[in-house]
Structure formats: C-alpha cells, structure tokens
C-alpha cells in the first residue's frame, strides 16, 4: 500500500524566513493534496498537484511535484506568525477509489 | 466556497452511550467521509460513502457505522461509547473526479472533539 512520508516532523523558524517541507511517496503520484490545520481545527485545502513538473502559488506559498512524481515540496517564503500550524500532504490511494492517504504531518512554529 | 458543518465543535459522552455525530454540506458533493485523527497516528478514515445509502469501510470501521439518507448529510455512529473513541472527528466531502483521473481535493468540516467518559 502507499506510503507518505513528511519531513520535518516539526519546524521552528524566525519570522520572515523562508522554509521547505517535504512529502515523498513509496508509490507514483497520481494526485498531491496540501492541507493545512490550525491547533484543533480542521484541515483547510492549499493546492492540488497532478504533473510530474507542477509547480502552483498561492499568496507566499509554493508547492511543487517532480518529474518522477513520487516527491513534493511546499515552500514558503518570508514566513509569518499566520502561518503557523500542521501542514499535511494527501495523495489518491491508488485503488481507484475516492479515498485519500495522508503524511502525519509536519507541525510549523513561527516566532515573531 | 464549500461549507461543510459539523453538529459540534466539542462533545462529552459517557461509556455505553450511543453517540451521533451530524455532518452536513451545502456543495451537491457525491463522496463524503468520516476520519478520526490521533496524535501520533494521523488521519486515519473511518467510513466514506460515495452516493446516497451507499457506505464503505475504511481503515478503522470497528465500533462505529454511518448513514446517508440524503446526499448532504453524513452521520457518524458510536454503537456503544468506549473510552478509546476519544478522539478528533473530522468529516470531509468531495466530488466525483474525472473518469480515468485523480481524485478531486477532499474539503473538510470544523471538526468535532469527543470525550468519552
């Protein structure tokens, strides 16, 4: 069965500084979900990747899938208090299903 | 924008006690799911249905079962609280995907924490 794997498991940065997280899968990618989940709240959608190649914005926040797609990345530049929280990556389970398999997660700390 | 409200942000229940938890979305979705999230054990899915009275187990279906009698609404059932259902539930929806392509992104609720005594 597929497999996600997230690093860091957690990260603390400065304000403004930039950061990467990285989701890597024992499987082909063939969708790449990043989430986000405030501290006891649930888990707001960032971006879908599909491609080997992708690479999608969203305000300061960059994910990206590689060629071989099995690796993703999410970069944040200049970071913010408001970006603290739980990042998580999803992918399609594979089986033709609906369902999705998640990492467990990397946890962000930004200190103003 | 997707809305998916779920009954109760917290919730205290007793051992024994037969629990529901209410999920309802407002964006015509065909698939709906119940998770549980545990620290250090993730998201792990409970049940998902992908069409009206039609359900399907996840990972971790023991102690619990669902109803959809209509398309926005998912119910998650505690047959009989035990103390190791405190937990994190999240309820998500999505809609059918394209024939032959990925899934589309799951949209999730508030949550809902559950305390069982």
């Keep these: 069965s597929q497999e996600l794997e997230q690093s860091p498991q957690s990260l603390i940065v400065q304000e403004g500084k930039n950061l990467t997280i990285n989701c890597t899968s024992s499987k082909t990618l063939y969708g790449l979900y990043w989430y986000k989940q405030k501290y006891g709240e649930g888990l707001i959608f960032l971006m879908m990747l599909q491609k080997g190649g992708e690479e999608k914005s969203h305000e300061k926040i960059t994910a990206k899938l590689d060629e071989k797609k099995q ?22 389970g594979g089986d033709s299903s609906y369902k999705l398999i998640f990492g467990s997660g990397t946890r962000l700390l930004v200190r103003p | 924008d997707v809305k998916v409200t779920q009954s109760s942000r917290y919730l205290v229940k007793r051992t024994g006690e037969k629990v529901f938890l209410e999920c309802v979305q407002d964006m015509d979705h065909e698939n709906m799911f119940w998770y549980r999230q545990d620290p250090g054990l993730g998201l792990r899915l409970i049940y998902f249905s992908y069409d009206v009275k039609m359900k399907e187990k996840g990972d971790i279906p023991e102690g619990y079962s669902v109803s959809r009698e209509k ?13 190791n259902q405190t937990s994190m539930y999240l309820c998500a929806s999505s809609p059918y995907g394209p024939r032959g392509g990925s899934n589309q992104p799951q949209h999730f609720g508030d949550g809902t924490r559950l305390s069982i005594l």
């Design chain 1, 71 to 92: 690796q993703s990345s999410l970069h944040i530049t200049a970071s913010q208090p408001s970006h603290a929280g739980i990042y998580l990556c999803g992918a399609d």
């Design chain 2, 71 to 83: 398309k926005e609404r998912f119910s998650l059932i505690l047959e009989s609280a035990s103390t």
